[in-house]
């Protein structure tokens, strides 16, 4: 049975969007969840990406400390991008304290979830359906216990496990080119506002760092 992605882009509740929204980022000492597995735990940056309206958390996300890539020397010299992450690698794991609702009216339940880089095919009902084709797709701590990449046949199935079994649940991610370190709120305009942060990337023993852009409110214009 073939597996296909639709587009999902986790957003904040109607009232967050809003214009009296007063989204933030900061990068805090964080300890990460005990409701994730040890081998995915061990692998987290202490240093946690933590967003608030006002003074209520949304999300808290952890990367790994270093993300694995592959990429060329030259590449590397070049500029990496979420391109050279392989579809089903662990990117790191995001925590909801309270409910959210996805781009396609679906309800992410408040939790822990790991992350795993894939990209959104360019076929049939999926062209031009989103602003970017990489996202993270979202699996339940419990049900995603290895830190190893997996295939995406396999990670679509335990994502869609968040939804029952209809559709993965996906963070969707933005270029972010800025030099600095962030992390900055960015509003991309039509009520989307990202998130944005550097990363360390390592490719075998060539290190890098790439700067990443989730989103943490907004959705699709019909």
Same mark, same amino acid.
Request: charged fraction near 25%; proline fraction near 6%; hydrophobic fraction near 45%.
């Given at each position: 049975?073939?597996?296909?992605?639709?587009?999902?882009?986790?957003?904040?509740?109607?009232?967050?969007?809003?214009?009296?929204?007063?989204?933030?980022?900061?990068?805090? *000492?964080?300890?990460?969840?005990?409701?994730?597995?040890?081998?995915?735990?061990?692998?987290?940056?202490?240093?946690?990406?933590?967003?608030?309206?006002?003074?209520?958390?949304?999300?808290?996300?952890?990367?790994?400390?270093?993300?694995?890539?592959?990429?060329?020397?030259?590449?590397?010299?070049?500029?990496?991008?979420?391109?050279?992450?392989?579809?089903?690698?662990?990117?790191?794991?995001?925590?909801?304290?309270?409910?959210?609702?996805?781009?396609?009216?679906?309800?992410?339940?408040?939790?822990?979830?790991?992350?795993?880089?894939?990209?959104?095919?360019?076929?049939?009902?999926?062209?031009?359906?989103?602003?970017?084709?990489?996202?993270?797709?979202?699996?339940?701590?419990?049900?995603? *216990?290895?830190?190893?990449?997996?295939?995406?046949?396999?990670?679509?199935?335990?994502?869609?496990?968040?939804?029952?079994?209809?559709?993965?649940?996906?963070?969707?991610?933005?270029?972010?080119?800025?030099?600095?370190?962030?992390? *900055?709120?960015?509003?991309?305009?039509?009520?989307?506002?990202?998130?944005?942060?550097?990363?360390?990337?390592?490719?075998?023993?060539?290190?890098?760092?790439?700067?990443?852009?989730?989103?943490?409110?907004?959705?699709? *214009?019909?």
């Amino acid at each position: 049975m073939r597996f296909v992605l639709a587009l999902a882009v986790v957003v904040l509740p109607a009232y967050l969007v809003a214009a009296e929204q007063k989204l933030s980022a900061k990068v805090e *000492k964080v300890a990460a969840p005990e409701a994730l597995a040890e081998p995915v735990r061990k692998l987290l940056d202490e240093q946690a990406l933590v967003v608030r309206d006002g003074d209520t958390e949304v999300m808290t996300v952890w990367f790994r400390t270093e993300i694995p890539a592959k990429a060329t020397e030259e590449q590397v010299k070049n500029g990496l991008t979420y391109r050279e992450i392989p579809e089903g690698t662990l990117v790191g794991a995001i925590q909801f304290p309270a409910k959210f609702t996805d781009f396609r009216k679906q309800e992410i339940p408040a939790g822990v979830y790991t992350l795993r880089f894939a990209v959104q095919p360019d076929i049939g009902d999926h062209t031009g359906t989103s602003p970017n084709p990489e996202f993270c797709l979202m699996s339940q701590a419990e049900k995603d *216990k290895s830190a190893d990449t997996i295939e995406l046949k396999k990670l679509i199935e335990v994502s869609s496990l968040v939804n029952e079994g209809r559709h993965p649940a996906v963070l969707l991610l933005w270029p972010n080119n800025a030099k600095d370190a962030g992390p *900055k709120v960015v509003d991309k305009g039509n009520g989307v506002v990202i998130a944005t942060v550097r990363r360390a990337l390592v490719a075998e023993d060539k290190k890098a760092v790439l700067g990443f852009g989730i989103t943490i409110a907004g959705v699709r *214009k019909e």
